[in-house]
């Protein structure tokens, strides 16, 4: 008998804590192209839930927040907005989303910044222009310094043999 009460009363917990649900969270990632200076990264989707709690962190800190009762911004973020972020630098960052509109909803989006600009040894045409105008200009210097050493010698012939030895 007290075997079946203990089984009773397992079964009925299990019961009330089986209707509980649990709330599953959407991720996803979006890469997006890193350029020089500031980066502004932006979801459609979450820029249209601003009733919701809207987090951005990189590497688990907190970086920037839009809610209800205010904004926060913390180096390397320059702006918030709803759905968005302005950054000083290229990051990874993950946009959180937790909405309270009758059962809570989470989602997160993973930004992955990716450098498109090619490093300055892969870049051959601008490196070419580069080194043409360094031929050019050591060209340049050349002849200018065969040019005075000329005058020069020339000034120096006038001086020791006179005007009318040319």
Known sequence: MVRMKLIARVLLTLAIYSHVESASVLETSEKYS?????????????????????????????????????????????????????????????????????????????FLGIWINPSPLQNIEKRDRHGICACLTLLLLIFVSFAIQHYISQLHRIRNNGPNHL
């Not at 970086?63 to 630098?89: K, L, Q, W």
């Open 34 to 110: 890193c350029q020089e200076g500031s980066q502004v990264l932006k979801s459609e989707h979450a820029s249209r839930d601003t009733d919701c709690e809207q987090s951005w962190n990189t590497e688990s800190i907190p970086i920037g927040s839009f809610m209800s009762d205010g904004v926060e911004c913390h180096s390397p973020c320059i702006n918030v907005t709803a759905g968005g972020i302005i950054i000083s630098r290229c990051i990874n960052a993950t946009l959180t989303v937790i909405c309270y509109q009758g059962h809570v909803t989470e989602y997160r989006i993973h």
